[in-house]
């Protein structure tokens, strides 16, 4: 198994830009999330699915759009980059959803810089 | 806004000492889970203990949990170099209606291990 495999591992975008960040796991795992981890602010939520065609906003999720078409795929968009979204951004997934005490799984990160 | 904080935020240790790391955390919790970080590298789940539990062992780690002090401290005995990394706390969030389906993660502690 891979495991949680984030695409790409660095980006630079200029600011206005469109991008998605890719995210795809092999576990069968319902529940996945996207996180962004900045200097001194810990790991903050973006958003969450807890199966296909279900989301829902985390903690920070101004500027940020995702979808769950499928079990395996939850991208994360950014559909106007600003300054301001220059983060280390992680992708994570579990078995179930949180209240069944499940741990996260994450993938490797990317690192995304905006001009 | 932050759910979890550790402290402290940096430690510096000697080769075969033990280290602790605290965390505090603000509302009622359906569980605790520790994780760990390699520089540059996705978070690993280290221990995740249970809110009807006080204490748990697993190796070289002991996590406690004080549900009446909303906080939570994690020891690692006998350091070595290779526990050099940052280490995150992060609990579910109780609310009205049950545990939510958010992990939400503390800005972590950095322990350095010196040979």
């Known amino acids: 198994n891979a495991g949680v495999t984030q695409t790409p591992k660095f980006q630079v975008l200029k600011t206005g830009q469109s991008m998605t960040l890719q995210c795809a796991q092999d576990?069968?795992?319902?529940?996945m999330s996207w996180y962004r981890q900045d200097p001194g602010m810990g790991l903050r939520l973006i958003h969450y699915s807890v199966g296909a065609g279900i989301t829902d906003q985390g903690e920070v999720p101004n500027g940020y759009n995702v979808s769950r078409s499928t079990t395996e795929d939850f991208p994360l968009r950014l559909l106007s980059a600003a300054p301001s979204q220059t983060s280390v951004y992680f992708c994570?997934?579990?078995?179930?959803?949180?209240?069944?005490?499940?741990?996260?799984?994450f993938g490797s990160g990317t690192q995304l810089s905006v001009l | 806004s932050q759910q979890g904080e550790e402290d402290p935020q940096a430690l510096s240790i000697q080769e075969g000492e033990n280290a602790t790391m605290n965390c505090s955390y603000k509302?009622?919790?359906?569980?605790l889970q520790w994780y760990r970080q390699n520089s540059g590298r996705g978070l690993v789940h280290l221990i995740l203990i249970r809110s009807n539990e006080r204490e748990k062992h697993s190796g070289r780690l002991r996590v406690t949990l004080d549900t009446s002090k909303k906080s939570s401290s994690l020891l690692i005995t006998a350091s070595r170099a290779a526990d050099t990394a940052s280490y995150f706390c992060?609990?579910?969030?109780?609310?009205?209606?049950?545990?939510?389906?958010?992990?939400?993660f503390g800005t972590g502690t950095l322990l350095a291990v010196q040979p």
């Open positions: 576990m069968n795992h319902e529940y």
């Open positions: 992060a609990t579910d969030k109780l609310g009205g209606g049950g545990a939510t389906n958010k992990l939400i």
């Open positions: 509302t009622s919790i359906n569980n």
């Open positions: 994570a997934s579990s078995r179930g959803l949180q209240t069944t005490n499940e741990k996260l799984f």
